[in-house]
């Protein structure tokens, strides 16, 4: 079975799929698009984001990172969507943790990680109170935004995911000494092993975004591949 992934970077995010494919089976081809594929150094910095614009954050092909307003790529997205459609995917999942408006069309269904740990942790934060681990300070005030509406407490803190480790263990330590009762890595980025050290230092359970995608993925696919 074919399904698909967006990014919203550069594909192939081979960063990810060591930890998802696992999850996913042996019965499962991924096909991968990117929104920034093809594009420059020079041509990802003229997309910086404004003043009013969503932050994000992703990997790019060699191994760096690139900061870019959502509004930049949200047509290449949409192309993206139509590439793998094209290619015969049973289903899309969008490589991003960040929030969306509502634009895309696809005739098959598009996996939102955002919203599946939007409905988790509101499932599990038994007070309603939660760390949101996001990749920048950029991106603190649209943490706020986007898990306010569902949660009385959010604390984020940002560490970003394709930088220094020592990032994570500073955002882990003080993770630690706050209190809460979940913490979400919000973004595609971190690795279970970045989500081993939170939860090590913090002794506090963790959502990782990626896995935790990978496994509603397998869920919904789980009669389709048992059949086949």
């Known amino acids: 079975m074919k399904i698909g992934a967006v990014t919203i970077g550069q594909s192939p995010r081979v960063d990810v799929t060591p930890d998802i494919l696992p999850i996913l089976g042996d019965k499962i081809e991924l096909l991968q698009a990117g929104a920034l594929d093809g594009l420059s150094r020079e041509e990802i910095e ?105 949660m009385k407490k959010v604390t984020p803190i940002p560490a970003n995911p394709y930088g220094d480790i020592n990032e994570v263990y500073k955002a882990a330590e003080l993770a630690k000494d706050a209190t809460a009762d979940l913490i979400v890595m919000d973004c595609i980025g971190f690795t ?27 869920e919904m696919l789980d009669g389709e591949l048992t059949a086949d």
């Open 192 to 218: 279970r092993e970045a989500r081993r050290i939170v939860a090590t230092i913090t002794g506090k359970p963790v959502l990782l975004c990626r896995t935790t995608m990978a496994r509603v993925v397998r």
């Open 46 to 150: 003229d997309m910086a984001p404004g003043p009013e614009d969503y932050v994000l954050v992703s990997r790019l092909n060699d191994g760096s990172f690139a900061k870019f307003g959502e509004s930049f790529i949200l047509e290449r997205m949409q192309n993206c969507i139509s590439k793998l459609e094209e290619q015969g995917v049973s289903l899309i999942m969008i490589f991003c943790a960040g929030s969306f408006p509502d634009v895309f069309q696809s005739r098959v269904p598009l996996v939102y990680p955002a919203k599946i740990l939007n409905g988790l942790a509101k499932a599990l934060s038994k007070e309603s109170n939660i760390i949101v681990i996001t990749p920048d300070e950029q991106q603190i005030q649209q943490a706020y935004e986007q898990w306010g509406p569902i």
